[in-house]
C-alpha cells in the first residue's frame, strides 16, 4: 500500500477513536462500565496514535519499528512535545492491558484526563495539519 494513503487511512481512524476517548474523558462521574471504557478508550486511542505516527514516518521515509523507538523519532521530528510524558504513557498502557483492576482504574482517571488527554490531543491536532 501507498504510505501516504496508509497514513492518512490511519488518522481517519484515529481522529474517530479520538472522539470516542474525548467524549470518555469529558464525564464527571463513571460507571464500573464506563470505567473500562474509559480505560479502554485510551488503549485503543493510544494504540492508534504511536502507529499513526510510524506511518507518518515511513512515509518521510524514517524507520522506526517499537514503540519507544517511533515515540523517540517523533520528538525528534517535532510531531509530539514531550518525549518522557510519551513514554510514560506508553508504560501505563501496558499496564493498563495487562490487568484490569477497578480501584487502580478509579485512580488512574485524574491521570487519564489532565494528562494522557491533552498529549493525545495535541498529537492528534499535528497529525491534521500535517494532511
Known amino acids: 500500500?501507498?504510505?501516504?494513503?496508509?497514513?492518512?487511512?490511519?488518522?481517519?481512524?484515529?481522529n474517530r477513536s479520538f472522539k470516542h476517548f474525548?467524549?470518555?474523558?469529558k464525564q464527571n462521574h463513571y460507571s464500573e462500565l464506563e470505567l473500562a471504557g474509559l480505560i479502554k478508550s485510551y488503549e485503543l486511542t493510544?494504540?492508534?496514535c504511536w502507529k499513526t505516527l510510524k506511518d507518518y514516518l515511513q512515509n518521510d521515509g524514517i524507520d522506526a519499528?517499537?514503540?519507544?523507538?517511533?515515540?523517540?523519532?517523533?520528538?525528534?521530528v517535532a510531531l509530539i512535545e514531550n518525549v518522557d510524558q510519551w513514554l510514560e504513557a506508553l508504560d501505563v498502557r501496558n499496564q493498563f492491558s495487562l490487568i484490569y483492576d477497578?480501584?487502580?482504574a478509579k485512580t488512574a482517571v485524574p491521570?487519564?484526563?489532565e494528562?494522557?488527554?491533552?498529549?493525545?490531543?495535541?498529537c492528534v491536532k499535528m497529525l491534521n495539519e500535517k494532511k
Do not use: D, G, H
Open 1 to 14: 500500500m501507498n504510505p501516504e494513503l496508509r497514513w492518512r487511512q490511519r488518522l481517519e481512524n484515529l
Open 111 to 113: 491521570y487519564v484526563k
Open 102 to 104: 477497578e480501584q487502580i
Open 22 to 25: 474525548e467524549l470518555a474523558c
Open 65 to 76: 519499528k517499537t514503540p519507544r523507538e517511533i515515540i523517540k523519532k517523533s520528538y525528534q
Open 46 to 48: 493510544f494504540e492508534l
Open 115 to 122: 494528562t494522557l488527554y491533552p498529549m493525545i490531543q495535541l
